[in-house]
């Protein structure tokens, strides 16, 4: 049984950083695609950061992009979310998955969800 769990959220000040991170129990990553998604309230959940296992390649939503990094770890079966210059616009829970198949972009190509951890930015 494939287990996600996040960890690493918490409330931070605009400008602060964090580190989220994923650790997968039960398959392997290092064959597998791995995404960040958020959910704000009232919100459909949002493409965040995705790290392609077959080239090292990590992509980013616009929103994001030169503030967070994502990376990962095979041999400790983690993938972690570092976010800088955090801004009361990146509040939300964030959520780890293993994608399917499909574009990386679209949150229904994900599978294996954590139960997401909440970030809260102060202004």
């Known amino acids: 049984q494939v287990q996600v769990v996040e960890s690493g959220g918490g409330l931070v000040q605009t400008g602060g950083s964090l580190r989220l991170s994923c650790v997968v129990s039960?398959?392997?990553?290092?064959?597998?695609?791995m995404g960040w998604v958020r959910q704000a309230p009232g919100k459909e959940r949002e493409f965040v950061a995705y790290?392609?296992?077959?080239?090292?390649?990590?992509y980013y939503a616009d929103s994001v992009q030169g503030r967070f990094t994502i990376s990962r770890d095979n041999a400790k079966n983690t993938v972690y979310l570092q976010m800088n210059s955090l801004k009361p616009e990146d509040a939300a829970v964030y959520y780890c998955?293993?994608?399917?198949?499909?574009?990386?972009?679209?949150?229904?190509?994900?599978?294996?969800w954590g139960q997401g951890t909440q970030v809260t930015v102060s202004s």
């Open positions: 039960g398959r392997t990553i290092d064959s597998t695609g």
């Open positions: 790290a392609a296992w077959v080239n090292g390649r990590t």
């Open positions: 998955a293993l994608l399917r198949k499909g574009n990386y972009q679209w949150t229904s190509s994900y599978d294996y």
